[in-house]
């Protein structure tokens, strides 16, 4: 069996969602599990508004109808009007209504996540819907009912002994009798809970499923050609990889590749299953496969990632930076849930960039001991090159460099914007 993942670009309008039935009519025979995302940029129009609905502002009603308007405008375009796709997706957006009509009283993480996963959830009905109606039997699965987790909200861990034993239990006799569609980005808390996964992490729940499942490979759809070596929409003579190995990809989407969300390869590696990379306005490509192998690369590999803070923390008596000190601000980035991007460490400093979170931050600084002063910049951006060459770092480093830092295969610069 495979799986498939079809990301915002690729279900944004009824004309994307047509041509994900196109693309879906080449694979009626083999057991099919689609993974889907929020349309468009609906992720985004919900965590302004649960963003606005926390902090008690008066656009919360606004922001809701025009997501709602957004999803039937669509659904209008693919159904007739008594369809019953009508009452499902308005079903669904009662949810946010039920939060929204009372003032808040959980922490924003919270919030935030039982607000946030309703886009996957209204893109996959209309999706499933649409399969149906053009004859391919499709059957709609609550991603919540297989993927477990812990209750860290907006960045919810696996159990994966769990999810595996309620995957494997029902899905593969579900394909057995046509596709299945569900939705990324979303899990559930043993007390029953709705928890994300991460910003964009679509692509890892593909990979969960896939991984439990012992699929035959995974095929993310986007709007490039395959993976490239750096973004197009910032970059003018990108060059497109036809493979690449898992470890390259690891790397890649670590630094801030979006192409891919970090946490996808590794459940793929696990289990040796192949990863493909395709443009789904041309089905017929080939994109890029990643895989297990060993495959020399030589051209540079760009990667910028903006919204970056770069902090150092110095001791106030001039004394060294003790292993007992790094121990204790590494355990403060973890309770933070911060990830660190790039560290340097001196007799007397501890310097270190990372994304900028101004609640993840915030935590941070709290937890730091009373023994180091801080410092930080903010509004920097991080560009990470694989495998550089003076030729390259010529070509895109540029401005004010705040940190720079290199081994044998990358070179990492954090800049001022």
């Given at each position: 069996m495979q799986v498939f993942k079809f990301g915002g670009a690729s279900v944004k309008d009824a004309t994307a969602i047509k041509n994900i039935g196109t693309i879906l009519q080449s694979y009626t025979s083999k057991p099919l599990l689609i993974v889907v995302s929020a349309m468009g940029k609906t992720t985004n129009a919900l965590e302004k508004l649960?963003?606005?609905?926390?902090?008690?502002?008066?656009?919360?009603?606004?922001?809701?109808?025009e997501v709602k308007n957004y999803h039937f405008e669509i659904i209008h375009q693919l159904f007739d009007q008594q369809h019953s796709v009508y009452d499902e997706v308005s079903n669904t957006f009662v949810e946010i209504d039920w939060i929204i009509e009372d003032e808040p009283v959980d922490?924003?993480?919270f919030i935030y996540d039982q607000i946030v996963s309703i886009g996957e959830?209204?893109?996959?009905?209309?999706?499933?819907?649409?399969?149906?109606?053009?004859?391919?039997?499709?059957?709609?699965?609550?991603?919540?009912?297989y993927i477990q987790t812990?209750?860290?909200?907006?960045e919810a861990h696996i159990n994966w002994d769990k999810t595996s034993e309620l995957i494997q239990k029902d899905i593969p006799k579900i394909l057995a009798n046509g596709f299945a569609v569900t939705q990324g980005f979303i899990g559930n808390t043993s007390e029953n809970f709705t928890t994300t996964l991460g910003r964009e992490g679509?692509?890892?729940?593909?990979?969960?499923?896939?991984?439990?499942?012992?699929?035959?490979?995974?095929?993310?759809w986007k709007d490039v050609s395959g993976i490239l070596n750096a973004d197009p929409k910032l970059f003018d003579d990108?060059?497109?990889?036809?493979e690449l190995s898992y470890e390259e990809a690891i790397e890649m989407t670590y630094y801030g590749a979006t192409v891919i969300h970090p946490k996808t390869i590794k459940p793929l590696q696990n289990k040796h299953i192949p990863l493909y990379v395709k443009p789904f306005l041309a089905p017929h490509e080939s994109g890029t496969v990643i895989r297990e192998a060993t495959i020399a690369i030589s051209t540079p590999i760009i990667i910028v990632k903006n919204s970056q803070v770069l902090i150092t923390l110095h001791t106030k008596d001039l004394a060294f930076v003790t292993e007992n000190q790094v121990s204790d601000i590494f355990k403060a980035f973890a309770d933070a849930y911060i990830k660190v991007n790039t560290l340097q460490i001196s007799a007397l400093t501890f310097s270190a960039s990372f994304d900028f979170d101004e609640n993840k931050f915030d935590r941070f600084k709290t937890l730091l001991s009373a023994d180091l002063d801080l410092r930080y910049n903010t509004d920097l951006k991080l560009i990470t090159i694989r495998h550089p060459n003076n030729e390259?770092?010529?070509?895109?480093?540029?401005?004010e460099i705040y940190l720079e830092e290199r081994n044998r295969n990358t070179a990492h610069f954090v800049i001022k914007v």
């Open positions: 649960a963003e606005s609905y926390f902090n008690q502002r008066n656009d919360v009603h606004e922001i809701f109808e922490e924003y993480d959830l209204v893109s996959s009905k209309i999706i499933g819907q649409y399969l149906n109606h053009i004859g391919l039997t499709t059957k709609w699965l609550d991603a919540r009912s812990d209750n860290v909200y907006r679509s692509d890892y729940t593909a990979a969960i499923f896939a991984s439990c499942l012992n699929a035959e490979s995974v095929t993310v990108c060059i497109k990889f036809d390259a770092i010529k070509k895109h480093v540029s401005g």
